[in-house]
């Protein structure tokens, strides 16, 4: 595995480009860094995250990404480094910046011995920005939002785990936010459940809320998310636009084809730099274009099985970051 | 889940609240304590013990010849509620608002509801002030309930229609129920502190289990360095130390040095236990 500094060479990790400064970002952190006795859980992360991004934090377990979620929401003092939340430093701006914040952290909290109805009603009687005759309103609306409404009577306890993630969810939502924290929001739920919470946040990032949401999974957050950071054992490596990191490396054509000798010989005769990598085709796609190359091929009467696009930046790395885990 | 549900409108400025109206957190909060099964159980208890020692007494016709509060009760109904909030007040009643006490905070942490009420926001002072009045509404319920059942069963079963004063006068009625109200608010005080100690041991904790152990633990341990006659000059510290004081109320008149004495360390015990729980929150990691 090689380490964080090779991503940095390599022009993933993107400093706040100029420009950016211009418009208040949602979340901006700087040198946060926790320490718990000798044991580094973050360190040194300067995150951005633009106002009505959906931010996908990718990092394996242990990382150091609910770590620093807890701090974002001053859950958690910082050893060191600050944290400004809609504009307001954490923790001492709380009651300024965490009404407007919705967060599920660290799965959901709710009391068994209450139905999920009376658990939602206890939450929003703690919201800043609900009046009083809005409470049930609110309460009622979000059940509906996360599909709780037929359990909305039944104890928490009886709660499947999915279920219990939804009501969560609900609680997170009770009130239109600028910004909403999800940490690990996938956790515990099927694939229609999975499916909904991905709505979910699209709803929210169609109607201009910021989106944070924590995943060791790649595939969830390429599905929803515009922006990502990632983090590896307490350092952010890498973060910027999706799209950014994914193609980062230069992008690549992989094609599988009938006869690699044969195909590596046409597509340098006509000046298609390209090396045969793992059984493969790979071709440097900076100076032609994919339809380029598969015609080259094609004319030259070489089966093409299968051709796509190698997006190296942000899977490789991550598929570094992970390949430790099993 | 339907995805066009429309939301809440918010009307401008209710977003510059930083945090929600005190009256209604504090509602909500008894509320919740007030739909916990173990909660009402707990009181439910608590009012069948005046009952069970009155009957016992009524069918025994209680200790002959004794000078304690037991011999007391015998035929003069309104000793009961006071003997009964001296018996409860030793281990029941300090047990269940330490339990209380341990679901405030502790409790809610264990939940992971504790993260909920913070990031509502309700700010960390705010938020002990809160649990605080949550024990002390439990306090004075379970207090109260323990009076109340043992003034009812000493009219009904034990029978009176006065009070024989352990000084041997007899008081009417109405002056005997005051008394059995002073008797009842000052154990209230004494609970307060217990409760405020337990509160601040709930606070720096996620096992409710460790808040009643180390409360009710502490108990024991006063109530047992109390008998070593050579740690005498301790007993000042300890918060059991005035508490078989409760039955001068039945003096006649009252005699206040112990009282007074009790209520001024239980106010240092509720000072000191409600400062530590705010100043451990402050900083705690949730």
Same mark, same amino acid.
């Given at each position: 595995?090689?380490?964080?500094a090779?991503?940095?060479?390599?022009?993933?990790?993107?400093?706040?480009?100029?420009?950016?400064?211009?418009?208040e970002?949602?979340l901006?952190?700087s040198?946060?860094?926790?320490?718990?006795?000798?044991?580094v859980a973050?360190?040194?992360v300067?995150?951005?995250?633009?106002?009505?991004?959906?931010?996908?934090?990718?990092?394996p377990?242990?990382s150091?990404?609910?770590?620093?979620?807890?701090?974002?929401?001053?859950?958690?003092?910082?050893?060191?480094?600050?944290v400004?939340?809609?504009?307001?430093?954490?923790?001492?701006?709380?009651g300024r910046?965490?009404?407007?914040?919705?967060?599920?952290?660290?799965?959901?909290?709710?009391h068994?011995f209450?139905?999920?109805?009376?658990?939602?009603?206890?939450?929003?009687?703690m919201?800043?920005?609900?009046?009083?005759?809005?409470?049930?309103?609110a309460?009622?609306?979000?059940?509906?939002?996360v599909g709780?409404?037929?359990a909305?009577?039944?104890?928490y306890?009886?709660?499947?785990?999915?279920?219990?993630?939804?009501l969560?969810?609900?609680a997170?939502?009770?009130?239109?936010?600028?910004?909403?924290?999800?940490?690990?929001?996938?956790?515990g739920?099927d694939?229609?459940?999975?499916?909904?919470?991905?709505r979910?946040?699209?709803?929210?990032?169609?109607?201009?809320?910021?989106?944070?949401?924590?995943?060791?999974l790649?595939?969830?957050?390429?599905?929803?998310?515009?922006?990502?950071?990632v983090?590896?054992?307490g350092?952010?490596i890498?973060?910027?636009?999706?799209?950014?990191?994914?193609?980062?490396?230069?992008?690549?054509?992989?094609l599988?084809?009938?006869?690699?000798?044969?195909?590596l010989?046409?597509?340098?005769?006509?000046?298609?730099?390209?090396?045969?990598e793992?059984g493969e085709?790979?071709?440097?796609?900076?100076?032609?274009?994919?339809?380029?190359?598969v015609?080259?091929?094609?004319?030259?009467?070489i089966?093409?099985?299968e051709?796509?696009?190698?997006?190296?930046g942000l899977?490789?790395?991550?598929?570094?970051?992970?390949?430790?885990?099993? | 889940?339907?995805?066009?549900?429309?939301r809440?409108?918010?009307?401008?400025?209710?977003?510059?609240?930083?945090?929600?109206?005190?009256?209604?957190?504090v509602?909500?909060?008894?509320?919740?304590?007030?739909h916990?099964?173990?909660?009402?159980l707990?009181? %439910?208890?608590? *009012?069948?013990?005046? $009952?069970?020692?009155?009957? &016992?007494? +009524?069918i025994?016709?209680?200790? #002959?010849?004794? !000078?304690?509060?037991?011999?007391?009760?015998a035929?003069?109904?309104?000793?009961?509620?006071?003997?009964?909030?001296?018996?409860t007040?030793?281990?029941?009643?300090?047990?269940?608002?330490?339990?209380?006490?341990?679901?405030?905070?502790?409790?809610?942490?264990?939940?992971?509801?504790l993260?909920?009420?913070?990031?509502?926001?309700?700010?960390?002072?705010?938020?002990?002030?809160?649990?605080?009045?949550g024990?002390?509404?439990?306090v004075?319920?379970?207090?109260g309930?323990?009076?109340?059942?043992?003034?009812?069963?000493?009219?009904?079963i034990?029978?009176s229609?006065?009070?024989?004063?352990?000084?041997?006068?007899?008081?009417?009625?109405?002056?005997?129920?005051?008394?059995?109200? %002073?008797?009842? *608010?000052?154990c209230? $005080?004494?609970?307060?502190? &217990?409760? +405020?100690?337990?509160?601040a041991? #709930?606070?720096t !904790?996620?096992?409710?289990l460790?808040?009643?152990?180390?409360?009710?633990g502490?108990?024991?341990?006063?109530?047992?360095?109390?008998?070593?006659?050579?740690?005498?000059?301790?007993?000042?510290?300890?918060?059991?130390?005035?508490w078989?004081?409760?039955?001068?109320?039945?003096?006649d008149?009252i005699r206040?040095?112990?009282?007074?004495d009790?209520?001024?360390?239980a106010g240092c015990?509720?000072?000191?236990?409600?400062?530590?729980?705010?100043?451990?929150?402050?900083?705690?990691?949730?």
């Amino acid at each position: 595995m090689t380490g964080p500094a090779d991503t940095a060479e390599a022009g993933v990790t993107s400093a706040p480009a100029s420009g950016r400064e211009e418009s208040e970002p949602a979340l901006r952190t700087s040198s946060l860094r926790k320490t718990y006795g000798g044991t580094v859980a973050v360190a040194d992360v300067d995150l951005w995250v633009p106002r009505g991004a959906v931010v996908g934090m990718l990092g394996p377990n242990g990382s150091g990404k609910t770590t620093t979620i807890r701090m974002l929401l001053g859950l958690t003092e910082p050893s060191a480094g600050s944290v400004e939340l809609l504009g307001y430093r954490m923790p001492d701006q709380s009651g300024r910046a965490l009404p407007s914040v919705g967060a599920l952290v660290e799965g959901p909290g709710f009391h068994p011995f209450m139905s999920g109805r009376r658990n939602l009603l206890r939450c929003a009687a703690m919201e800043p920005a609900l009046y009083g005759s809005d409470v049930t309103t609110a309460v009622r609306q979000a059940l509906e939002r996360v599909g709780l409404v037929e359990a909305a009577e039944r104890k928490y306890r009886s709660y499947s785990l999915g279920m219990k993630q939804r009501l969560g969810l609900a609680a997170a939502l009770l009130v239109p936010r600028d910004l909403v924290v999800l940490d690990e929001p996938t956790n515990g739920l099927d694939p229609a459940g999975t499916r909904e919470v991905r709505r979910i946040i699209a709803e929210l990032h169609a109607s201009g809320t910021t989106v944070v949401v924590s995943s060791h999974l790649l595939s969830e957050v390429e599905a929803t998310c515009t922006h990502a950071a990632v983090l590896q054992a307490g350092s952010l490596i890498a973060q910027g636009e999706l799209a950014t990191l994914l193609e980062s490396g230069g992008p690549n054509l992989l094609l599988r084809v009938s006869d690699n000798e044969s195909g590596l010989e046409t597509l340098r005769q006509s000046g298609i730099p390209a090396r045969v990598e793992r059984g493969e085709l790979r071709v440097e796609l900076s100076e032609t274009d994919a339809p380029e190359v598969v015609a080259a091929l094609v004319h030259a009467g070489i089966g093409v099985h299968e051709a796509r696009r190698n997006r190296a930046g942000l899977e490789e790395i991550f598929a570094r970051l992970t390949e430790g885990e099993s | 889940m339907t995805g066009t549900a429309s939301r809440v409108e918010l009307p401008s400025g209710i977003r510059q609240r930083t945090s929600a109206p005190f009256g209604r957190v504090v509602s909500s909060e008894l509320s919740w304590i007030l739909h916990r099964p173990r909660n009402l159980l707990a009181l %439910l208890g608590l *009012a069948l013990i005046p $009952v069970l020692i009155g009957t &016992v007494l +009524a069918i025994t016709g209680g200790p #002959s010849g004794g !000078t304690g509060l037991f011999s007391a009760v015998a035929g003069n109904g309104l000793v009961l509620p006071v003997l009964a909030l001296m018996l409860t007040q030793n281990l029941l009643l300090p047990l269940i608002t330490a339990m209380v006490a341990a679901d405030g905070l502790a409790g809610e942490a264990a939940n992971g509801t504790l993260r909920g009420l913070l990031l509502a926001p309700i700010g960390r002072v705010r938020l002990v002030v809160v649990k605080a009045l949550g024990v002390l509404l439990m306090v004075v319920l379970a207090v109260g309930v323990v009076a109340l059942s043992g003034v009812l069963t000493g009219l009904l079963i034990v029978g009176s229609d006065g009070l024989v004063t352990l000084s041997g006068t007899t008081l009417p009625l109405g002056e005997a129920l005051g008394r059995v109200a %002073l008797a009842t *608010a000052w154990c209230a $005080v004494q609970m307060a502190a &217990v409760g +405020a100690v337990a509160l601040a041991i #709930s606070a720096t !904790t996620e096992h409710s289990l460790l808040v009643l152990i180390a409360t009710v633990g502490g108990l024991i341990v006063f109530g047992v360095l109390e008998a070593i006659p050579s740690l005498e000059w301790l007993k000042p510290i300890f918060i059991t130390a005035d508490w078989y004081s409760i039955s001068d109320v039945l003096s006649d008149p009252i005699r206040w040095n112990n009282l007074v004495d009790g209520l001024w360390r239980a106010g240092c015990y509720t000072l000191v236990g409600f400062s530590a729980a705010v100043a451990r929150m402050a900083t705690k990691d949730t």
